[in-house]
């Protein structure tokens, strides 16, 4: 079953503008983690949080993670149309030795020029 | 630097044909990897994953089975295709997931016909 829940299922905004999708997860994880996939392409990992940190950035985008809320979000600042793109979360429990992501189904984001 | 192969990049196999797609890195030493298929639209739906040689830990039953022959590659296989096996399938790998994301490799996307 998915941990992850992202919504929007769907985004649609103008460049320039600020995105913010979000994730919802089930039990108590290790860390989450925010990739990206263009259409047809392979994943690319954005951003690692653990359970222990409650916000990141890596260029324009910005990720939180409230634990006692079990959520988290992606915010895109600036936007542009490169960013066109799916965004999923993905939670690595805190298991024993689990050695798998749990894989949410994803925000897909068009950035209109 | 480490990288990820996959290949072929798309492939077309008509129904009770075999199948043998392959996934090699570069870089690195004892991964964790990992073969996932996704659906169009979809998120990603574990099928095998392996944290060393000749160790596969099946995620669902179904038409394919796994392999790891040697530490850096992985053999995603199957006997005899169903057109249920259409989709798109993707490996990845990981050293650490605690601290770390995974490395997709940019996929293959098999056609059942």
């Known amino acids: 079953s998915q941990q992850g829940e992202e919504d929007p299922q769907a985004l649609s905004i103008q460049e320039g503008e600020n995105a913010t999708m979000n994730c919802s997860y089930k039990?108590?994880?290790?860390?989450l983690q925010w990739y990206r996939q263009n259409s047809g392409r392979g994943l690319v990992h954005l951003i690692l949080?653990?359970?222990n940190e409650r916000e990141k950035h890596s260029g324009r985008l910005r990720v939180t993670l409230d634990t006692s809320k079990k959520s988290s979000s992606l915010l895109i600042t600036a936007s542009r149309a490169a960013d066109t793109a799916s965004y999923f979360c993905?939670?690595?429990?805190?298991?024993?030795?689990?050695?798998?992501?749990?894989w949410g189904l994803g925000t897909s984001l068009a950035v209109n020029p | 630097s480490q990288t990820i192969h996959q290949w072929p990049a798309t492939l077309v196999q008509p129904v009770g044909s075999p199948l043998s797609l392959e996934c090699t890195v570069e870089?690195?030493?004892?991964?964790?990897l990992y073969w996932y298929r996704q659906a169009a639209g979809r998120g990603l739906q574990l099928l095998f994953y392996?944290?060393?040689?000749?160790?596969i830990s099946s995620e669902v039953p179904q038409n394919l089975s796994a392999s790891r022959p040697q530490d850096r590659q992985f053999i995603l296989s199957s006997k005899k295709l169903l057109l249920s096996d259409s989709g798109f399938y993707l490996c990845?790998?990981?050293?650490?997931?605690?601290?770390?994301?995974?490395?997709f490799g940019s996929g293959t996307r098999l056609t059942v016909v």
């Open positions: 993905a939670t690595y429990l805190n298991a024993g030795n689990n050695r798998k992501l749990i």
């Open positions: 039990t108590s994880i290790n860390n």
């Open positions: 949080i653990r359970s």
């Open positions: 870089g690195t030493s004892n991964p964790n």
């Open positions: 392996s944290v060393g040689i000749g160790q």
């Open positions: 990845a790998w990981s050293v650490n997931s605690r601290s770390y994301g995974y490395t």
